[in-house]
């Protein structure tokens, strides 16, 4: 199975810094890789995603950068600003055999942006 | 344009129910995915539907059924309430059933 876990639990920076979070994952057959932000009792919302193709891509403010080699991806937030702040998971997509395939999320990071 | 929406958005129930959710995937999504979010706990994939058909499941229990309706719409339905079925249930929708797109949740508390 996939296993897919978050080095830090909780992430604390001052506004205007740059923020990164990681992830591991364990497939090596995963291929998609996704970054969502979930705000207090909100669903998760999507940020950017990445292809198992590609080694590193931006958006507005953040870039997502993979390692497939040792199985790693993190979020790059440039200049973090309060509104920010949220939990952030990682969902590493994969199939098996005959399977489809399903996405399989991490715990998730808790960044708390300081004014 | 509309996102995803779910409702209702709080139920409470007492064990040994039986509960439906309901799910309307984003415009021109046609597949639409279950989560089960425990607190302080990421998503975990429940199944994904596709043209009516349960086409991935994952660990959870045949209590855990579902369907899909023409217009791609679903409902999550869960028998037999226990008391850790407690969670947030969310319903994500898709157009190729990877990049899938969350909508607010339903609250599920379990007496």
């Known amino acids: 199975g996939e296993n897919v876990g978050l080095h830090l639990p909780t992430l604390s920076v001052q506004e205007g810094d740059n923020s990164i979070i990681n992830c591991a994952y364990s497939?090596?057959?995963?291929?998609?890789f996704i970054w969502y932000k979930q705000e207090s009792g909100k669903g998760p919302q999507f940020i950017i995603d990445?292809?198992?193709?590609?080694d590193k891509r931006q958006g507005q403010r953040v870039t997502v950068l993979l390692n497939k080699t040792v199985k790693h991806l993190s979020l790059q937030i440039a200049a973090t600003q309060p509104g920010d702040s949220a939990v952030y998971f990682c969902?590493?997509?994969?199939?098996?055999?005959?399977?489809?395939?399903?996405?399989?999320f991490g715990q998730g990071t808790i960044l708390t942006v300081h004014p | 344009d509309a996102g995803v929406t779910q409702s209702p958005t709080h139920l409470i129930k007492t064990r040994g129910q039986q509960v439906t959710l309901r799910c309307s995937p984003k415009?021109?999504?046609?597949?639409v995915s279950w989560y089960q979010q425990a607190l302080g706990q990421g998503p975990q994939f429940i199944f994904q539907?596709?043209?009516?058909?349960?086409?991935q499941r994952g660990n959870f229990p045949d209590r855990f059924s579902g369907h899909q309706f023409p217009n791609y719409s679903s409902e999550l339905n869960v028998n037999a309430l226990l008391l850790g079925d407690s969670a947030l249930y969310l319903c994500?929708?898709?157009?190729?059933?990877?990049?899938?797109?969350f909508g607010p949740g339903t609250r599920l508390l379990v007496l």
């Open positions: 539907y596709y043209e009516e058909e349960e086409r």
């Open positions: 415009s021109g999504h046609d597949t």
């Open positions: 994500a929708s898709s157009e190729n059933g990877k990049t899938q797109y």
């Open positions: 969902a590493v997509w994969a199939a098996g055999g005959t399977s489809y395939g399903k996405l399989t």
């Open positions: 497939n090596s057959a995963s291929d998609y």
């Open positions: 990445i292809r198992s193709n590609m």
